[in-house]
Structures are given as C-alpha cells and as structure tokens.
C-alpha cells in the first residue's frame, strides 16, 4: 500500500497526468479487488497457495512491466462502468438519502432512549430519597 500511495503522492505532486491517470487507474482496480478479497478469502481462502495467488497478484497489478492495474480498468472496468453509470449514480442517490433517514431515525430513537432512562433513574433517585430523608414509621 505504502508504495502506490507514495507514487500517487508524486504523481500529484508533480502534476504528470499521465502517471495520475495511471496511479488512479490502480486505486480504482485497487478497489474492486478489495471487495472481491472479502468475499474469497471467506470462501476459497483454503485454497493451496491462495495467499501467494493474491500477492503476485497485487505485484501484477502495480508492476510498471505489466502495467495490470491499467489492462484491467480498460479493458474491463472502465466499458462495465460506463454502460453502468446512470444506474449506479441512481443508486448512490437512492443510498444517501435512505442514509439520512435512517440515521434521522436512529437520532430519534437514541434521543428517546436517553430521555426514557433520564426519567426513569430520576423516579428512581426520587424514590430513593423519599425513603432516607422520610422514612416510613
């Protein structure tokens, strides 16, 4: 991780769009693979030599040789995405605004719990002290 963000911080840095594109090109292949690697390594992590598949992997992928990262955005991720994109933006959209609500609702809920045990421990304090300061005789 260490070496294509440091590269990515150069790319920046310098302003070469051409090495911005390709670092940028990696993070979002990067990505995608992150996701994938969630759910294999739950499923064929048993797999002989899985972890070392993965490394060489990565390797392929930031290897300027190869240049992995950049076949598979072109190839494969920048068609897919692109004949994806208007549904994905829908669902973006869709997926903020369910998040706004729910975290509305959840604020709701935690205000009407806190105030829910506020009542209740001052009942209870009330009656506590109602039974030292007046006790019954």
Known sequence: MLYPAYYSYKAVKTKNVKEYVRWMMYWIVFALYTVTETITDLT????????????????????????????????????????????????????????????VNFGRQGLNLAASAAVTAAVKDFWLLSAVFFPST
Do not use: C, N
């Not at 990565?58 to 208007?86: C, D, F, M, N, Q």
């Open 44 to 103: 064929v992590s048993w797999f002989p030599l899985y972890y070392e598949l993965k490394i060489a992997f990565v390797i392929w992928l930031l290897s300027p040789y190869t240049r992995g990262a950049s076949l598979i955005y072109r190839k494969l991720l920048h068609p897919l995405l692109s004949s994806k994109e208007r549904e994905i933006d829908e669902y973006i959209v869709q997926a903020k605004e369910k998040g706004y609500e729910t975290m």
